[in-house]
């Protein structure tokens, strides 16, 4: 399958993937030929993007790390949890926290439900990003958030429990977001200094929504406190440098700005997932632990499957699969000759290019 904007679907493509709605219900099944009303509903839904089939990669498989309905169970969760505080007094942290109406046993099988099939699941590189509407950013990116780190987590051995901190934290990381003023999260301006003061406290925020359950743990509250700090001092809320940053904290600090660079905001659009790594390759050292960025990057695919690129050569084709540790260079099938022309290459064939080091991706085509 091939991810493709809204404004560059054709008549006639299938859709690849089931669309879920805020609620988890779903909006569209896969496998249904795509109509321009169906593509109406889709933009008035505040989807931009989807999945659809694609008979050059028919044989290719791009996995999901866990499976659609935990995904939108976990969404959901979330979404209560931010509805009952900003439905209630946001003047006091600790009123707001003891109102959410999600039950802790609701929380905890969620959590744990993500970690089994985490657990359960070969190690693989991330290619799919979650189809989001601009309404459900917060829900969506702290469920891909945990997945996210959790992932890096059990790359690097952490026991179980650790990955359940781990997990509890991320997935209540932005809560505190619920709290700021809507015309601070919606301004598509740059924020004043005042404004960017209410933003910077939004992991105290999340940190006392979190304290105030009966599920509260330390270790999942240091995530929760901590995933804005970075590595030479520059973060926030106590500008806590190296070591003295909690490392699960890191993980999901990682976790978190990759989100939120490939997701569209109000002040701008995503990046494409390879712009986001070279981003992270550029500025993660002083941001980051080095190790620590180093397994992330391990399990993010930079093209992912069905992407477009043009290479070094003038060939053009689609990603058909991604190398381990070589997130820059994956395979792609040739299918096209002369950059954007597209001439069907006279013998298509794939090119895996970690072991082709002469040439290289220079462009993303849409």
């Not at 700021?180 to 301004?187: A, Q, S, V, Y």
């Not at 190296?242 to 890191?250: D, T």
Request: net charge negative; charged share 25%; proline share 4%.
């Amino acid at each position: 399958m091939r991810k493709v904007s809204l404004e560059k679907i054709e008549p006639g493509m299938l859709l690849a993937k089931d669309i879920y709605g805020e609620r988890g219900q779903v909006l569209l099944r896969a496998d249904i030929e795509l109509k321009p009303r169906f593509l109406n509903y889709l933009e008035q839904a505040g989807i931009e993007f989807i999945y659809v089939r694609d008979s050059r990669i028919e044989d290719v498989n791009a996995e999901d790390p866990i499976t659609e309905k935990t995904r939108q169970v976990a969404r959901s969760m979330v979404k209560s949890i931010t509805s009952s505080i900003k439905n209630n007094d946001t003047g006091s942290s600790g009123k707001i926290a003891k109102s959410i109406n999600v039950q802790d046993r609701e929380i905890l099988e969620t959590v744990n439900q993500i970690i089994d099939e985490l657990l359960d699941s070969k190690d693989i590189v991330v290619q799919l990003i979650d189809i989001r509407s601009k309404d459900n950013y917060l829900f969506a990116h702290s469920v891909n958030c945990a997945v996210l780190a959790t992932l890096v987590a059990k790359k690097m051995r952490y026991k179980p429990k650790e990955l359940r901190w781990l997990a509890t934290g991320a997935l209540f990381h932005d809560l505190g977001m619920a709290v700021l003023p809507k015309n601070i999260l919606e301004k598509q301006d740059k924020l004043t200094d005042e404004e960017y003061l209410e933003v910077k406290k939004h992991p105290l925020h999340s940190f006392d929504i979190f304290k105030t359950t009966n599920i509260f743990d330390a270790r999942a509250g240091a995530v929760v406190l901590q995933h804005h700090e970075r590595y030479q001092g520059q973060g926030y809320p106590r500008g806590l440098a190296g070591k003295s940053i909690n490392p699960l904290a890191q993980i999901a600090g990682i976790a978190d700005v990759y989100d939120a660079m490939t997701s569209d905001r109000p002040y701008r659009k995503s990046y494409q997932p390879h712009e986001a790594v070279e981003v992270l390759l550029s500025q993660g050292e002083e941001l980051f632990d080095v190790s620590i960025l180093q397994h992330f990057l391990s399990i993010i695919a930079a093209y992912p499957i069905g992407l477009h690129v043009l290479l070094s050569n003038g060939d053009s084709g689609l990603i058909v699969a991604n190398n381990p540790g070589f997130t820059l260079r994956p395979v792609v099938r040739v299918l096209y000759r002369d950059g954007e022309i597209l001439e069907p290459h006279p013998a298509p064939y794939d090119l895996d290019l970690s072991q082709t080091l002469d040439l290289t991706i220079i462009k993303v085509i849409e």
